[in-house]
C-alpha cells in the first residue's frame, strides 16, 4: 500500500470510542445496577442485537410515512432484519416465543446495547447501552410498579446520589388517555398529541411549543417547521388546563370520565403499596409525563436530577430523566396466542454515567498492575519468577516488553500509564535474595526500598 | 389487532436468545477472563458495532469477487458503514486514531460482539461474542508473545481445565510465506493456499482435502466445488512435504529460504522466554496451524481441547481452536502516519463456554432470591418490611406479586425457579414476633422452621 492510498482513521457521525476512566466508571456502574436487578430477583436474559423487523417494528419513528425510517434495517434472504431499537420489543417477541417454558411471573434483566438511525449530536448517540428489568405476567400491578420505583431508588443511592437529588416521577396514562377520548381526539392524532405534551420540558419547548404542536405547528429557533396534531380550540384549552394541574385530587374532580378515574385509582393503589416500603418521598405524581412511546398503557415513570449537569460545552444543560419506563398491557399480545402484560423500567446508562461523573460521588477503584522493570537482560528468567509471584498471588502485574528501553523510560512509561508500583531488581539484588520495590505514588526521593525476597508480596499489597 | 393479522415470534437465522443456566455460565466465564485480562496489565476498551467500511473492510471474505459478502453493511449518507466482523480491525482503526494518547506500549482488552453474514447452521452464529488481549507497540517480540500464551494457560486453567486437557499450538507465518515465495506462488494464490492448509484439521478434509483445494478444485460430499488455488505438481508435493515435518530442528534442515530460517529463529527465541514461565510445557510447534486471516505476519497461535464434545445432534466432534490469534505487523499502519505493530489473542467465548458445560468442571454459582410469601393482603405491610430487612442484609429477594394467588400456587411458582427458601407468615408469626421460613430444597417434610424475627438474617444466610 502506497502512502496516497492510506486510511484516515475515523468513527462515523454518532457513534464514540469508550476506554480509560470513562468505561471504567461505566463497568462499575453497570456492576451496581446489575447486582440491583439480581437482588430484587431478576434473571438475565439476553437476545441477539438483530430481530426479523416485523416482529419488532418500529414504535419510535415520528416520520409517519415512513415508520421504519429511525431503525437500521438489512435485506436478508426474503426477509427483513433489523437492530433492535430498545429491549421491550425483543423481550415482547422472546415471551410471546417461550411464555410455556417461563416462570407464571417471569422477572428479567437485559442490558444490552440499542440502536437509532437518527441524526447524531448534543450528546445522542447512534448506538447506546440500556439496562432493562421487567415483570410480566398477571400480576398485582400495585406491587409490580411500586418494586419498580423501590429498585430505581435503591439503585440510584448505591451509585452514591443522595435522596434529595432525584425525583421519580409517575403517572398513569389511561387519565391523559381519558381526556383524549372525552374530547373526541381521532385516534390517529392521539399519538401526536402524547408525543407534543412528551415534549413539555425538553429545552426550548415549555408550554407555549407544546401549544404550537397541538394546534397547526411549531417553527423552532431555527425555521424549522414540525406539523401539529390540528386540534381545534376547545380541545386545546382542555388539554393545556390539565397539565396546569399538580395535585392528584384536584384531577379527580376535574377528569369525570371512566377512564381516567380507573387511572387515578389505580396510581392511589400504587402509593399506598409504595408506603409500605422505604421510597415514598422520592416519588412524585406528575401529570405532565406521558412517555413517548406508543405502547405504554398505564402506569408510567420517568426519573429525574434534582441538579443541572454542565455539558461539554461548558453549558448548564437538564440532561433528561435518567431512568424510564412503564406498563404495556398489549406489547406481548401483538403475537399469536399470549396475552400476558408487563412492566419495567430502563435505566439510561450513558446519561447517567454523565450525570455521575460531575458530582464526584461515585469514585473509581482502578486496578492498574505493577510493573516487573527489566534492568537486564541476562536475569531476564528472574524477572519472569517475580512476575509468576506476584499473579500468583493474585496481584494484576506485567513484565516490561521492551528490553532495549533503559531504566528511565520503563518508569515513564509507568507513570504515563499511572501504575502503581515498579520492582526494580540488578545484580546487587538477585546476589543478596532482595528486592527493590519503587512507589510510584510517593514522595519523590523517599520511594526506593530494598526488602527481602520473601517479603515482596506483603510490601507490595501497601501500595496497591 | 385482530387475530389473523398476529405476529408469529421467532428469530431471523443464525441469532440466537440466551437465558437461564446457559447465559448465567457465560457471564461466570466472562468473569473469569476479564479478570484474567486485567492481571496480565490490560485496560478495557470498547469501540462501536458500526465502522466506516473502508476502515476495516473484511479479511474473512472467501468470495473475491465480492469481498464484502460476509458482512452486514448499510449505507449511511454518502458513506457505507459496516457491523464489525471481528475485534482486531476495530482496535487499528482506534490505535491509528489515538496514538498519541496512548501509551508506547498499549495493551488493551475487549469483550463484545461481532458480526459474520455468513449461512448459519452447526453451531455457527452471525452474531457472537469474542473477548479479545492485544499488545500493541514496538516490543520484544518473544516476550509479547509468551505473554500472550501464559495468559491463555492461566485463563484456561482457572475454568476448570486440567493442563493435559488443552494445548497451545504455535508457529510462525513467516515460515510458510518463506516457501511460498521461493515456490513463486503468485501473491494472488497465496493466500487462497493459506486457507487451504486452515482447513486440515477440519471435519471432512484432511490432506487430500488441502491437496484438492491446492490443486484445480474440491468436490465436497453434497457435490458442490469450490475452487482451487490452481498450484502445478511440484508446488503442491512441495506444500504437502512441508505439512509431515512435526520437528522444528528437521524444518529447519529442509527450508533454508532466509525469511523462513527467520520465522524459524523467532519461535526458538519464543520458546527460550517461555521457558522462563511456568507454561512450556502448555505449548507446541505445529507448523500445520496457519490462520485463515490475511493480516497475519509472523507468530501464529491456536489453542485447542485434547478431547472431543458431542453435539447437539448426539455426535462427537472436534470442536476447533477455542482461542487463536497472532501478530499483526501491517494491520494498523494502513492508516495514515502510523508504523505500529501488534500481537494478541481471541477467545471465542461460546465454542469454550459449549465444551466447558460438557465437562462438568466448571460450576454455576446461583444468586437465586429469597421468596416472600402473600399469605394475607392485610398483611402486606409486614412483608415489605421483611422484605426490605433482607434486602437491606444484601440478600437477593423478592415478594410475591399476584396476590390472587394461594400458598399453595406460590411454592409451585418458587420451586419451578428453583428458589432456595420462602418466608411464609401470618397471624400466628406477627401476634408472636416470629417468622416461618421453608428450606426449598430441604428433605420433603422437615423444611419448615418458625424462630424469632431478629434471627431471621442469619438463618435465611444458611440455606442461600
Do not use: H
Request: net charge neutral; aromatic share 8%; hydrophobic share 35%.
Amino acid at each position: 500500500m502506497n502512502k496516497e492510498n492510506k486510511l484516515i482513521p475515523g468513527l462515523p457521525s454518532g457513534f464514540e470510542d469508550r476506554w480509560d476512566k470513562k468505561l471504567l466508571l461505566k463497568k462499575k456502574l453497570l456492576t451496581v445496577i446489575e447486582n440491583n436487578f439480581i437482588k430484587y430477583g431478576a434473571e438475565p436474559l439476553e437476545t441477539p442485537s438483530f430481530e426479523i423487523s416485523e416482529n419488532i417494528g418500529s414504535f419510535i419513528a415520528e416520520d409517519e410515512a415512513n415508520p421504519m425510517s429511525d431503525v437500521f434495517s438489512f435485506k436478508d434472504g426474503d426477509k427483513s432484519i433489523t437492530l433492535r431499537y430498545d429491549l421491550s420489543s425483543p423481550l415482547a417477541r422472546f415471551v410471546a416465543q417461550n411464555n410455556q417454558e417461563l416462570p407464571s411471573i417471569y422477572k428479567r434483566y437485559a442490558i444490552q446495547n440499542v440502536f437509532r438511525n437518527e441524526k447524531a449530536g448534543n450528546g445522542r448517540y447512534r448506538e447506546f447501552l440500556q439496562a432493562d428489568f421487567d415483570i410480566v405476567g398477571n400480576v398485582n400491578s400495585s406491587q409490580a410498579n411500586a418494586e419498580l420505583c423501590n429498585l430505581i431508588s435503591a439503585t440510584l443511592l448505591e451509585c452514591g446520589l443522595k435522596r434529595d437529588q432525584f425525583t421519580i416521577n409517575v403517572s398513569n396514562r389511561k387519565i391523559v388517555q381519558g381526556l383524549l377520548d372525552e374530547l373526541q381526539i381521532t385516534e390517529k392524532k392521539q399519538l401526536k398529541v402524547i408525543r407534543a405534551i412528551d415534549k413539555l420540558d425538553k429545552p426550548g419547548f415549555g408550554i407555549k411549543g407544546v401549544e404550537d404542536l397541538l394546534r397547526k405547528e411549531r417553527k423552532d429557533t431555527s425555521g424549522a417547521i414540525t406539523k401539529g396534531a390540528d386540534l381545534n380550540d376547545k380541545q386545546v384549552s382542555k388539554i393545556l388546563d390539565y397539565l396546569k394541574i399538580k395535585d392528584l385530587n384536584e384531577l379527580k374532580q376535574n377528569l369525570k370520565n371512566p377512564l381516567s378515574q380507573e387511572g387515578i385509582k389505580e396510581l392511589e393503589d400504587f402509593i399506598e403499596v409504595l408506603g409500605y416500603g422505604l421510597n415514598l418521598d422520592q416519588v412524585k405524581t406528575n401529570f405532565t409525563i406521558v412517555r413517548g412511546l406508543a405502547y405504554y398503557s398505564d402506569f408510567i415513570v420517568e426519573t429525574n436530577l434534582n441538579f443541572k449537569v454542565t455539558n461539554n460545552k461548558g453549558k448548564e444543560v437538564d440532561i433528561g430523566s435518567i431512568c424510564s419506563g412503564g406498563a404495556y398491557a398489549k406489547l406481548i399480545s401483538r403475537f399469536k396466542g399470549v396475552d400476558i402484560p408487563g412492566t419495567g423500567i430502563s435505566f439510561g446508562v450513558d446519561r447517567l454515567l454523565f450525570a455521575l461523573m460531575q458530582l464526584d460521588q461515585f469514585q473509581l477503584d482502578e486496578q492498574k498492575p505493577v510493573l516487573v522493570c527489566v534492568m537486564d537482560q541476562k536475569y531476564l528468567k528472574n524477572y519472569y519468577e517475580i512476575l509468576d509471584l506476584l499473579r500468583q498471588n493474585n496481584i494484576n502485574s506485567e513484565i516490561f516488553l521492551d528490553t532495549k528501553k533503559n531504566l528511565g523510560k520503563q518508569l515513564t512509561f509507568a507513570n504515563k500509564r499511572q501504575l502503581p508500583v515498579a520492582v526494580i531488581c540488578g545484580e546487587n539484588e538477585f546476589k543478596d535474595n532482595t528486592v527493590t520495590i519503587k512507589n510510584l505514588k510517593g514522595v519523590k526521593g523517599e520511594n526506593n526500598k530494598t526488602i527481602p525476597m520473601k517479603d515482596l508480596i506483603d510490601e507490595v499489597k501497601k501500595f496497591i
